[in-house]
């Protein structure tokens, strides 16, 4: 009974903590304003249970990008049209990449913190390597297509954060706009991609 207590305490630590700093990124004017000790305070843990639970501001902001992802990697994993398998891969890569990009602009400020977050090259994180392996798989599946995974990379550097903070919060691009800019996009390489 002792050896559950500290599970119970753990996870619901973990829970405030990660909806404090959902809360903290959502009303943020820039990702960087956001500390380890904010976060602490505002969920009401000390900063060393959040170092313990995360390592690190990169690990908190990856947990957080994590659990936001989950319905979306749900829907790809369930096979929902258009994110699934039984949709044509020609369909299934634009509907990927405006899962990607309606993902980022429902989450610019963490999108943002997490791809800023100086942990190494942005290629490297786990949750791009996921995006980018599922593109490629799908993309090795339309006839024609040479180098899916350059493809892949071309198509995801379409919806870095940094690109969609630019266009959404400089140039005030719509969301519909944008959406309907990346749908011609993705066109016109799958297009000219497997002539």
């Not at 304003?33 to 904010?38: F, L, N, V």
């Not at 400020?109 to 791809?115: K, S, T, V, Y």
């Not at 392996?133 to 550097?157: C, K, N, Y």
Request: hydrophobic residues 40%.
């Amino acid at each position: 009974m002792t050896e559950r207590r500290p599970r119970k305490d753990a996870a619901r630590n973990r829970e405030a903590v990660l909806e404090s700093a959902d809360a903290l990124f959502a009303r943020c004017e820039s990702p960087t304003d956001i500390t380890m000790a904010d976060v602490a305070a505002a969920a009401g843990v000390g900063k060393g249970t959040l170092f313990r639970a995360f390592g690190d501001r990169a690990g908190l902001l990856r947990a957080l990008y994590e659990a936001r992802l989950e319905p979306i990697r749900q829907a790809v994993e369930a096979g929902s049209p258009p994110l699934g398998p039984s949709t044509s891969p020609r369909d299934r890569v634009p509907a990927l990449l405006d899962a990607v990009l309606c993902f980022k602009l429902d989450n610019r400020r963490l999108a943002l913190a997490l791809e800023e977050s100086g942990s190494g090259s942005p290629y490297q994180a786990q949750h791009y390597e996921r995006w980018h392996g599922m593109l490629q798989a799908v993309l090795e599946q339309i006839p024609g297509l040479t180098d899916s995974d350059f493809t892949a990379h071309a198509l995801l550097a379409a919806t870095r954060a940094d690109l969609v903070e630019h266009l959404a919060g400089e140039e005030h691009m719509s969301r519909e706009g944008m959406r309907a800019q990346l749908a011609n996009f993705v066109t016109r390489v799958l297009a000219s991609g497997s002539r």
